[in-house]
């Protein structure tokens, strides 16, 4: 059997970077198995041409996350030493079985391209040691494999799930060792100390920066939204805070819509306006995507998982994809503590000097901007949850048990609330 062809009948496709056929689920992985471990981890550099992956140890699939499928792995290698993880966590893009998650197969191409870069320097936040990336461009079929992160092992916290922190310690200061994280690279990318190869690969583009996922929805799309969503409010009054539920605020959000929609255009422009605010950065650092330790400076460090889609956008998009999942009490109390640890690393960093109120201005709006994409919690709870008369708030376990279900209820509510606090719709008019 050779690994640099397809065989069997399984599901295999041509790498661009590498050359190697790589599998593109768990089953053609398996066959392969060590002769296409090896092969693939000699390609990439992680594995030197005097060492083999001996035997593959045990594996399973991994349930979490959307797009793709994902295993874990544990392999023996014949020389087993320093740099050599055992413990590995494979990610392919596609996903046979659900084709809505298998849609978000091109995710993968700037995902592999990230890995491979970042596995060549020394990269200025923590991330998993890359093994080997690849993935076929014309059909985004590929796979990651990566080191397995211990989480609650080696010094490492258990994993945080997203949009459930009121299970998370200290949560302001995990909020603050991301940011940390984010300014430390983004303030490294604007200082050139980033290989050239980044700007190269991921060169920046206000169009494709800003908000990956979110499309034009007309303003009579919105208003009926906003209308599902407070008759929602309305029958299941104990899922939201006490100021969103205010007959004075539903008012004042349904006059916003217009002008926030047609603000649009603007916002887009005032996001990429200051070159100061530009920088490579990870589009979507949520505690989920995060594992912390301590760092040898004391503090609370954070590592970084799943790159897909980082780039140059701005800082506000970075930092509001990071504190997104956060409770209102965050966003209400500690948002200018948050900001000013990324404005000061950024700047320590050899970014440029960012003035507080730009930024939060700046992430103030990105919210608004997603006012479309974030009142999707009717739908989805009613789709999920069977009987919602029954949940007795945001952290019943009902709740937890349904991921996406939570993640709609969490970003509506913290959009209500912020427009509430923080006069979203005021914040987009004053573009005019």
């Not at 390609?43 to 083999?52: I, Y």
């Not at 792995?73 to 298998?102: I, M, Q, T």
């Not at 796979?143 to 998370?168: F, Q, S």
């Not at 649009?264 to 530009?278: F, M, Q, T, V, Y």
Request: with cysteine; charged share 20%.
């Amino acid at each position: 059997m050779t690994a640099g062809r397809p065989f069997n009948g399984l599901r295999w496709a041509l790498g661009e970077t590498f050359g190697l056929h790589v599998p593109a689920d768990a089953e053609a992985l398996v066959f392969g198995g060590t002769e296409f471990l090896t092969e693939a981890f000699r390609a990439s550099g992680a594995l030197p041409a005097d060492n083999r992956v001996s035997r593959i140890v045990e594996w399973q699939e991994f349930h979490g996350g959307g797009t793709g499928t994902k295993m874990l792995l544990k392999v023996a290698y014949d020389n087993p030493g320093a740099g050599l993880p055992e413990e590995l966590f494979v990610k392919f893009s596609r996903n046979f079985d659900n084709a809505l998650w298998d849609s978000g197969r091109q995710q993968m191409v700037s995902e592999v391209r990230f890995a491979v870069l970042s596995a060549s320097t020394e990269f200025p936040v923590p991330i998993p040691t890359m093994l080997f990336a690849d993935v076929e461009p014309e059909t985004h079929t590929g796979l990651i494999i990566t080191e397995c992160i211990p989480y609650g092992r080696k010094g490492v916290e258990p994993h945080y799930p997203k949009c459930m922190d009121y299970a998370v310690p200290d949560q302001v200061g995990h909020y603050k060792a991301i940011l940390r994280g984010l300014a430390r690279l983004s303030g490294a990318h604007r200082a050139g100390d980033l290989p050239p190869d980044f700007d190269r690969d991921f060169p920046y583009d206000p169009k494709g920066a800003f908000s990956v996922f979110a499309g034009d929805v007309p303003e009579a799309k919105v208003v009926q939204r906003a209308s599902r969503l407070f008759a929602f409010v309305d029958l299941y009054p104990q899922l939201f805070p006490d100021n969103v539920r205010d007959p004075a605020f539903r008012s004042t959000f349904m006059g916003d819509i217009p002008h926030v929609v047609a603000a649009g255009e603007r916002i887009k422009a005032a996001l990429h306006a200051n070159p100061d605010l530009i920088a490579f950065s990870h589009w979507n650092a949520n505690i989920d995507n995060c594992w912390f330790q301590q760092g040898q400076d004391g503090l609370l460090e954070a590592g970084f998982l799943d790159w897909a889609n980082a780039g140059q956008l701005s800082v506000a998009e970075a930092i509001t994809g990071a504190i997104s999942g956060a409770e209102t009490f965050v966003w209400d109390d500690h948002l200018d503590e948050l900001l000013l640890v990324f404005t000061e690393e950024y700047a320590a960093c050899g970014g440029p000097v960012l003035a507080l109120d730009e930024v939060r201005l700046h992430v103030l709006l990105d919210a608004a901007s997603g006012l479309a994409q974030s009142i999707g919690a009717p739908l989805a709870l009613s789709r999920e949850i069977a009987d919602l008369g029954a949940v007795e708030s945001y952290r019943d376990r009902r709740l937890s048990d349904h991921e996406n279900a939570r993640i709609q209820l969490h970003m509506t509510t913290r959009l209500l609330n912020l427009w509430q606090t923080r006069e979203l719709g005021a914040l987009a008019r004053a573009l005019d």
